[in-house]
C-alpha cells in the first residue's frame, strides 16, 4: 500500500501510516454497517434526521474548503480539508454516531430501541453518500488507497470504471446541503460531550465504567435539545442512564467534576460528572501532587526565562507572548490542580 503524498503530512501529528489504517477502518466499518446497501436509481433527496444533515452540511464545506485551496494552488489547505473531515467529522463523530442505529438495525437485533425503517434507510443512504463523496475528495492527495476502497463501496451507476475519472466534488454540487442552524446545534453537542470525556480523562476513569452526568444550562431551547440528544450523550460519554438536564443551580453533590464549557448557542453551560466510587482517594491524591510538581517545574523554567535581564526588552514580541501566553496557563490549570484537593477529600 503506498504512503500518501507529502501534503498531508502538516495536517497529520499521527504518521502516514496511521492516517491510512483510519481511512482504511472507516471504510471496513462502513461497509460492514451498510451490508447489503445499493444506492438507488433516483437522486437522492437531502436527510431528515439531525446527523445525516450534520454530515452532509460538513461535507459540503470539506468540498469548498478544499476546492478553493485546488483553485489558489494550496495543496495544503485543500489536503488539510479533506484530512479534517474524515478524520474528525465522518471517523470520530458520524460514525460513532450512527453505529447503534445501524447495528440495532442488522438482522437479530431487537428491543425497544429498534430504530424505525425510514431512519435506518436515510442513514445508510446518508453514510453511503458521504463515504463515497470523501473518497473522491481525497483521491488527488492519496490515490492508490482510494482508487482500491472505492472499487468495494456502494456508487451511482453513472460513475466510470475508477474513481480517477472523477467527478471531483465541488462546493456548487453540495451547497443545497449547507446548513448553518445544524452545525451550531452539532456544536454545542459536541462541547458537551468533549466536556464530560474531558472529566473522565483526567481523572483516569476506568473506560468502561458509567458515570452520573448532569448539564445545566439557563437556555430552555438549550435543554430541549440535549434531552432529544440524551441518548447521544449517554453513548458517546457513557453515562450511568440518561444524563440528567436541569436548570443552574449552586449545587454541587460530593465527589462531582464541573466544567463549563461555551457554544454560540448556549452561551455558558456547566457538565457536572460524579466520581464518587469511581476513583480511588489516594491515587488521585497521587495524581495531583505529580501534575502540581510538574507545573511547579514549569512555572520555575518560564519564570526564570521572563525575569533574565533583557529578555523581554531583545526577545522577539511573539517569543515574549508565547511565554507570558504559557505562564498565565500553567497558573490557571494550577489553580484547578488546587480545587481538585478538595474533590480527592470527597470520593
Known amino acids: 500500500m503506498a504512503s500518501p503524498p507529502s501534503a498531508l503530512t502538516p495536517y497529520a501529528s499521527r504518521s502516514r501510516r496511521t492516517l491510512l489504517n483510519k481511512v482504511w477502518n472507516a471504510a471496513r466499518l462502513s461497509l460492514e454497517l451498510l451490508g447489503d446497501y445499493a444506492w438507488p436509481e433516483a437522486p437522492q433527496r437531502l436527510p431528515l434526521g439531525f446527523a445525516n444533515r450534520w454530515i452532509r452540511s460538513r461535507f459540503a464545506a470539506a468540498c469548498e474548503a478544499a476546492n478553493s485551496g485546488l483553485d489558489a494552488f494550496r495543496i495544503d489547505e485543500a489536503a488539510g480539508a479533506a484530512y479534517r473531515f474524515f478524520w474528525n467529522e465522518l471517523c470520530d463523530w458520524y460514525l460513532e454516531l450512527v453505529k447503534p442505529v445501524l447495528r440495532d438495525a442488522a438482522p437479530g437485533a431487537a428491543g425497544p430501541s429498534r430504530p424505525s425503517a425510514e431512519t435506518v434507510a436515510e442513514t445508510k443512504a446518508t453514510l453511503a453518500y458521504v463515504l463515497e463523496g470523501s473518497l473522491r475528495l481525497l483521491h488527488p492527495l492519496m490515490p492508490y488507497i482510494t482508487e482500491e476502497l472505492w472499487q468495494r463501496v456502494p456508487r451511482p451507476a453513472s460513475r466510470r470504471v475508477s474513481i480517477a475519472f472523477g467527478p471531483y466534488p465541488t462546493a456548487a454540487d453540495e451547497c443545497a446541503a449547507r446548513d448553518a442552524g445544524v452545525d451550531a446545534h452539532m456544536d454545542l453537542l459536541q462541547a458537551t460531550i468533549s466536556a464530560a ?30 434531552r432529544e440528544h440524551a441518548d447521544a450523550i449517554r453513548l458517546l460519554v457513557k453515562t450511568s442512564g440518561p444524563p440528567v438536564i436541569e436548570e443552574p443551580s449552586h449545587d454541587r453533590a460530593p465527589g462531582t467534576v464541573v466544567s463549563t464549557c461555551a457554544s454560540a448557542l448556549a452561551g455558558s453551560l456547566e457538565v457536572h460528572v460524579n466520581l464518587k466510587g469511581l476513583v480511588e482517594a489516594n491515587a488521585e491524591r497521587a495524581r495531583i501532587e505529580r501534575e502540581l510538581k510538574k507545573i511547579d517545574r514549569e512555572l520555575g523554567t518560564l519564570e526564570k526565562k521572563l525575569g533574565a535581564p533583557g529578555f523581554v526588552d531583545r526577545a522577539p514580541p511573539q517569543v515574549v507572548e508565547e511565554a507570558q501566553a504559557q505562564k498565565a496557563a500553567l497558573i490557571v490549570s494550577r489553580a484547578g490542580l488546587e480545587a481538585a484537593r478538595q474533590l480527592a477529600e470527597e470520593l
Do not use: G, N, Q, Y
Open 197 to 226: 470525556r474531558t472529566i473522565r480523562s483526567e481523572h483516569a476513569v476506568d473506560k468502561w465504567a458509567e458515570v452520573p452526568a448532569r448539564v445545566r444550562s439557563a437556555v430552555p431551547a438549550v435543554r430541549e435539545f440535549l
